[in-house]
């Protein structure tokens, strides 16, 4: 088992930052944050494997950074630039498993049996 807990979310402005964290009980080989808009499908943001390799959905790409720290078990994901459209519930999900593609991850969050209960985050324009 492993237990997940996001926090740092907010509203903001556009062109605003925030940035979510995500204390895990332990680490594993994928970790990553979804996201969910109200009536949309929950799609991923970023991952990262167990070499510290990233995928980012191109959305994304150049103005939010995954990363972990190991020693304090946490998950990071830096936004900067935000978007009204980057308006949902952030969470972050954990897999003990590695993948053939973490692009196609992205958009697979069945793969993902761990998940945390989630973080508002709102960006006005």
């Known amino acids: 088992q492993v237990q997940l807990v996001e926090s740092g979310g907010g509203s903001v402005q556009a062109g605003g930052s925030l940035k979510l964290a995500c204390a895990a009980s332990?680490?594993?080989?994928?970790m990553a944050w979804f996201r969910q808009a109200p009536e949309k499908e929950r799609e991923g943001v970023a991952n990262?494997?167990?070499?510290?390799?990233?995928t980012y959905r191109d959305s994304v790409k150049g103005r939010f950074t995954i990363s972990l720290d190991r020693a304090k078990n946490t998950l990071y994901l830096e936004m900067n630039s935000l978007k009204p459209e980057d308006t949902g519930m952030y969470y972050c999900?954990?897999?003990?498993?590695?993948?053939?593609?973490?692009?196609?991850?992205?958009?697979?969050?069945?793969?993902?049996?761990?998940w945390g209960q989630g973080t508002q985050v709102t960006v006005s324009s």
């Open positions: 990262i494997d167990a070499r510290g390799q990233t």
């Open positions: 999900a954990a897999s003990v498993s590695g993948f053939a593609s973490y692009s196609a991850l992205l958009s697979q969050p069945h793969f993902f049996p761990y």
């Open positions: 332990r680490m594993t080989s994928t």
